[in-house]
Structures are given as C-alpha cells and as structure tokens.
C-alpha cells in the first residue's frame, strides 16, 4: 500500500530534477571541502591560473562572501588562512597519531609536530608580508613552509616507520604552491 502523498513527493522530484536543482541539492555538503554553493566566477578565474585550481577553489570559494572585493589579493589571504588551518589540524592529527605509536613513529611525529609549528610560524610571518603587499617576501616565507612541513617525511623514511602526515604533506604541498603561485599574481 503507497502512501497518499507518494504522487506528490514524485512530482516535486520531478520537477526539481527537470530544473537541474536535485542534484545539486543532494550534493549539498557532500565531497566538496567545504560543503556548498557555487564558486564566485571571480575566485573561479583567479583560481583557475593555480597550479591545484580545484584545491583553491575549494578553500577560497566559501569565503568570498566575507570580503568586499575579490581580487587576486584577496583569494591569496583566502587560501593561506586556509594553508594555516589545515597546518594547525595537521599538528591536531599529530598529537591523536602519537597516542599508542610505536617509539620510533613517536619521534618521527615529535620532529613533524615541530616542522609544523614552525610552518605556523612561517606563515603568520607571510600573512604580514603581504598585508603590505611585499611579493618578495611573502614567497620567501611561503617556501621556506613548505621546506619545513616538506621535512616531515624525512624521520620516518631513516627509521623505515610509515608516515601517517603523508596525505596532510600532500595537501599542505598543493596549497603552499598556490600560495606561491597567487602571490606573484600581487
């Protein structure tokens, strides 16, 4: 037996579907960072000349409502907030993989945690750099992270343990060149 309102629950699938609006409404906060909406087309275009545009656009693309302008600039401070959150829940990730780790593991993610508070680091000093507009700098800093977290593998490989940061190296490394990229757009 089909309940009364089955027809009209099929009929609104229906139309939603007709009008192209079911699939992103079921897609909605699924397999997207950062859950939702459609990007800016002025993030799109900026994002677009990254070397990882779907990574900035992920990040960048929910923000953009928060600044009044969307210029190169502005998806850059984007996506290095973005660079420095994802570095601080890498140093959270350390801190829940160390617990329970073999010894050798333990201080392979000791020196890791070190390399991203230093990455920490780094950044805020980029962050400044470009408040003033300083390319120079700010690409300085932004490498000299990626030399930091990029060090993260290194105790790992010597001690012949399998490093759990490999997937956040992965995406600090795309985003950090970004970063790079963007910045020599100010």
Do not use: W
Not at 34 to 42: L, N, Q, S, T, Y
Not at 95 to 122: H, I
Not at 149 to 177: H, I, T, V
């Amino acid at each position: 037996m089909r309940p009364a309102n089955a027809p009209l629950v099929l009929l609104a699938a229906a139309a939603l579907l007709s009008a192209g609006l079911l699939p992103q409404a079921a897609a909605r906060g699924k397999g997207r960072r950062g859950g939702g909406g459609p990007v800016p087309p002025a993030v799109n275009d900026i994002c677009g000349r990254t070397p990882f545009p779907e990574v900035c656009k992920s990040t960048a693309g929910r923000h953009a409502a928060k600044y009044p302008v969307v210029d190169n600039v502005a998806v850059l401070n984007m996506q290095v907030d973005a660079f420095a959150r994802r570095t601080a829940q890498a140093r959270n990730h350390v801190k829940k993989v160390s617990r329970g780790a073999p010894p050798t593991q333990t201080q392979a993610l000791s020196f890791c945690d070190t390399m991203y508070m230093n990455t920490e680091d780094t950044i805020g000093a980029a962050q400044r750099a470009i408040s003033f507009k300083d390319k120079g700098t700010a690409k300085i800093m932004l490498q000299l992270a990626v030399q930091d977290f990029a060090s993260c593998d290194r105790p790992f490989q010597e001690a012949g343990a399998p490093n759990p940061m490999l997937k956040f190296d992965a995406e600090l490394n795309q985003m950090a060149n970004n970063c790079m990229t963007l910045a020599n757009m100010i």
